[in-house]
């Protein structure tokens, strides 16, 4: 059996999905063979395995961590919001169906048998596990039932290490308050605490801790700081709109190029564009209000979870407008997955929203009518090499990424293919993909993922840079792949220096050993 450790949350959004790809990442490079797991996600984030499966983004960026391909092993239970009382279930990577919250409160004891064969399996295959809970273990009303904070603990008999904010303020209440709601047998379960995004000098915090541990008789293993670090997040319902990360405009490097990502009330899928925000020269900006477009050298449409419901917002507060008058003076616009269906002439539900049909912005001549089958693949291709327009100099850039899609978009004469695919889930084919028109100045696709392609990438920005009379940057300049990793060493190099990972290490051991005493 391999050993586990589990980190639970004093609430969402303490930093959880982060120390478990520091902890994959440390535990890699001394090294071990280690997985993530979380027994159930709840995000609009998702990417798909080389075999075509569905699961949550943070663990895929956690394997990444620890140097692994991804597998839905590692989450296989994930929901995706569709409203705020409904979302789509997806057990081990495929749709099962659409619950609103009681419902799927009621089935999740149906989940449990499989979740512990699936974590069973996975654990099988390597040295270490490292569990991410969600929320916290506190939400009492959901005890219950519970197949991911202490009832996944208890399946498994893992250790488990409790994570606190205190950038939000109230840290040792949250702390106290959440390991007095426990049940005394969930409480010795907690073999430790880490404080995260702590800023200022940690000696000030030494009375709080001292006083803490006395009250809880848990030990504080860490106090991290607040790191400046480029790592993916996780959404949990959607991503905030007044959330002023999404928005921030970094200042330690020339922005010639402005970006702009529509920020969608059901955006899914916003890690797309993480590597257009890590590129030297490029300022990426996510905008909710017409007001607030400014004047962009790019502007691009993302993916949804609710298309025509998206559509309505765009519609509502003048978005739509806006983006078809940036594209007639000029401004090249981009969509992906529902961005590009909204782009096109029309949209055809019945599905998703509950909306028949709809107009979209009229930008692309394609028609986009839904289905209840979703289509999950990875792909590799190429842009077509007919493109033409501003994308011209795209043509056969190799692209890479994955779709996530339950809709099929039909091109009208207005209209050319936009990418060829040529493999999904390893398997050869030729399959013309997205739309650009005839002037090209718009385009779209169905590949999440494609600005990680840095050929395709480059060329882009390098032409924004021309019609900027700026001079382009070689596509050497930037690696996406290794500023990615290199944010990973820094995690690991600051939990090293602020957490007691020996430690850790020998909570794992230990609860192994009484583990195999009984």
């Known amino acids: 059996m391999s050993l586990s450790i589990m980190l639970q949350g004093t609430a969402s959004d303490v930093g959880k999905s982060v120390l478990v790809a520091g902890l994959c990442r440390i535990f890699a490079q001394d090294g071990h063979r280690c997985a ?49 009382r409904k979302s789509q279930v997806i057990v081990m990577g495929k749709v099962l169906c659409d619950m609103d919250a009681v419902t799927y409160h009621e089935f999740k004891p149906q989940l449990q048998h499989q979740i512990h064969e699936v974590y069973q399996s996975l654990a099988s295959d390597y040295e270490m596990v490292v569990l991410e809970g ?3 273990p506190a939400e009492i009303n959901l005890r219950d039932r519970d197949i991911v904070n202490m009832g996944m603990a208890e399946l498994i008999d893992t250790p488990v290490l409790l994570v606190a904010d205190i950038d939000r303020g109230g840290v040792f209440a949250s702390i106290y308050g ?33 006083q803490i541990e006395a009250l809880t008789k848990v030990p504080v293993i860490g106090v991290m700081p607040y790191l400046n670090i480029d790592l993916e997040d996780e959404d949990g319902v959607a991503l905030q709109l007044n959330n002023p990360k999404h928005r921030q405009i970094k200042s330690d490097k020339q922005t010639e190029l402005d970006i702009v990502v529509i920020q969608l009330p059901h955006i899914s899928n916003f890690t797309d564009f993480n590597a257009l925000a890590a590129q030297p020269d490029v300022q990426l900006r996510y905008v909710a209000r017409p007001e607030l477009l400014g004047n962009p050298d790019f502007i691009i449409v993302p993916g949804s979870k609710n298309t025509l419901g998206d559509l309505c917002f765009l519609n509502e507060t003048g978005l739509s407008e ?39 912005l009229n930008l692309l001549d394609c028609t986009t009518t839904f289905a209840r089958q979703k289509i999950t693949t990875q792909v590799n291709g190429y842009i077509h090499p007919h493109v033409h327009g501003f994308f011209s100099p795209g043509q056969t850039a190799a692209v890479s990424g994955y779709e996530i899609h339950m809709g099929e978009t039909e091109r009208g004469e207005g209209v050319q293919p936009f990418t060829v695919i040529r493999s999904r889930n390893q398997q050869a084919t030729h399959f013309e993909d997205g739309a650009i028109n005839a002037a090209g100045s718009v385009a779209g696709t169905y590949i999440h993922g494609i600005f990680d392609s840095p050929e395709f990438t480059r060329t882009l920005l390098n032409q924004l840079r021309q019609q900027k009379d700026l001079a382009p940057l070689a596509a050497t300049a930037f690696n996406y792949q290794a500023y990615k990793s290199k944010q990973f060493d820094l995690l690991a190099d600051a939990m090293r220096e602020n957490i007691n990972i020996e430690q850790i290490y020998h909570i794992m051991k230990q609860q192994e050993q009484n583990r195999s005493a009984v």
């Open 36 to 84: 993530p797991f979380k027994a159930q996600n709840m995000a609009l984030n998702s990417g798909i395995t080389l075999t075509g499966e569905e699961m949550g983004r943070a663990q895929i960026f956690q394997a990444e961590a620890a140097g692994i391909a991804p597998d839905v092993r590692m989450n296989p239970v994930l929901l995706k919001p569709t409203s705020d």
């Open 134 to 136: 969600a929320g916290s």
């Open 178 to 210: 959440t390991l007095m709601l426990l049940s005394e047998q969930e409480r010795a379960r907690v073999k430790g605490v880490i404080i995260n995004k702590f800023r200022g000098d940690v000696a000030l915090l030494n009375p709080g801790i001292k």
């Open 322 to 360: 806006q983006i078809v008058k940036q594209h007639q003076a000029g401004v090249p616009i981009f969509g992906i997955c529902g961005g590009f269906q909204i782009l096109g002439r029309r949209l055809v539900d019945g599905v998703e929203s509950g909306i028949d049909e709809m107009a979209g």
